[in-house]
């Protein structure tokens, strides 16, 4: 019976490896794909803000910042997990405080988002929406607009609960090494 779950273990480990493989190549393709059409993306907004490329609306410093911010964080985030994956892949233990740090960062990388979006916001229209889970406030007296993203305030949330939960299988696991 221990030989048939064993055998068994090492076979969901070898899958779960050779799928992380699978994604830490997905998510590298995706890191360099999502760079060029974000590089391309904040250039052609810069330009058209400095009028170098006309446009049908107004390009203004308000709407570049934040997204070039949330591009800057979205390939972050996707470096992040393709170090998950390419870890698991390898054959090391998801519970590390590597990879607790690497929740963590995620974590604050888009808590600041949501930050930086919403001190940006007051009064600007935004030409690209990114989230789609966000509450607004207006100000009726002169128009003025905060737009508070609580897609990314829960995401960051739920990631900064994930590195507790990995933290703690971390300490679980170097106390079931000590005691093997």
Do not use: H
């Not at 405080?97 to 919403?118: D, M, P, S, T």
Request: aromatic letters at 12%.
């Amino acid at each position: 019976m221990l030989v048939e779950e064993l055998s068994e273990a090492q076979s969901a480990l070898k899958r779960i490896q050779r799928i992380s493989k699978y994604m830490a190549v997905i998510l590298k393709a995706a890191v360099i794909l999502f760079c060029l059409v974000w590089v391309a993306i904040i250039i052609a907004l810069g330009l058209m803000a400095l009028s170098f490329i006309p446009s049908n609306s107004a390009v203004e410093a308000s709407t570049v910042i934040p997204f070039g911010f949330y591009g800057f964080a979205t390939i972050l985030l996707l470096i992040i997990l393709q170090g998950v994956f390419s870890d698991i892949a390898k054959g090391s233990s998801p519970f590390t405080k590597k990879q607790v740090r690497r929740f963590r960062w995620a974590a604050l990388v888009l808590f600041l988002g949501a930050v930086l979006e919403a001190l940006f916001s007051s009064g600007a229209q935004f030409l690209i929406q990114s989230e789609n889970m966000n509450v607004e406030y207006r100000d009726s007296s002169n128009g003025n607009i905060l737009s508070i993203n609580a897609g990314s305030i829960l995401g960051s949330a739920l990631l900064l609960t994930m590195s507790f939960v990995f933290e703690y299988g971390v300490i679980l696991q170097e106390f079931t090494d000590d005691t093997l």
